[in-house]
């Protein structure tokens, strides 16, 4: 019998990413890392001289994360729990934006935090992921989460009917992101787990029902 899927992100979905960045940045890379808008790319500034950095220096510093900071990481409020309670009514797969050779430290990070789950590597918009993801499962719904409106606006670009939940948990990066629900690209915009969830099992029973 078919089950329901959920296909999740996990930065700032599962786990903080931009806390712990801005951390790093300050305390070893003389980086300041500042959202006052919208625009992740004027964010960081170098210490000594107030200047933006390039963009070629934000994927250095970002990439520097990856390959040793991941360790940094914790889980958002309610996320570890909520997925393993998703997962008695539901498959659950990570669909992350790292490159193909960080793939296997993504699923060992999050086994650590006692999440044993299939992870898919990804670059750029999710759509075509998702689709991919889709015709191998064949599921009986599904439910697509991630914390940028762009990937929602991908997937409804892309596969079209799939359930939608914009969920970003960093409360450091919340305020100043567009919204994927105010853009018509996801059926809600919940950022805390505890109120993400009973909807999430509501959109389920609406399939089983």
Known sequence: MKRPLIISDC?????????????????????????????????????????????????????????????RQTPIAGAIEGIAALREHADVVILTNLVDKRQQMRRAQLLDHGLDARVFTNQGPKGPALQAILEEYNPSKAIFIDDLAQHHRSARDTVGQITTLHLCGEPLLAPHIDCAHTSGHADARIDRWDEALPWLLGEIEKETA
């Open 11 to 71: 930065d700032e979905v599962l786990l903080h990413m931009v806390s712990p960045f801005r951390d790093w940045l300050a305390e070893t890379q003389g980086v300041e890392f500042s959202m006052e808008g919208r625009d992740f790319s004027k964010a960081l500034r170098w210490q000594d001289s107030g200047e933006i950095l390039a963009p070629e220096e934000i994927w250095s510093k970002l990439g520097g994360f990856f390959d040793t900071e991941m360790h």
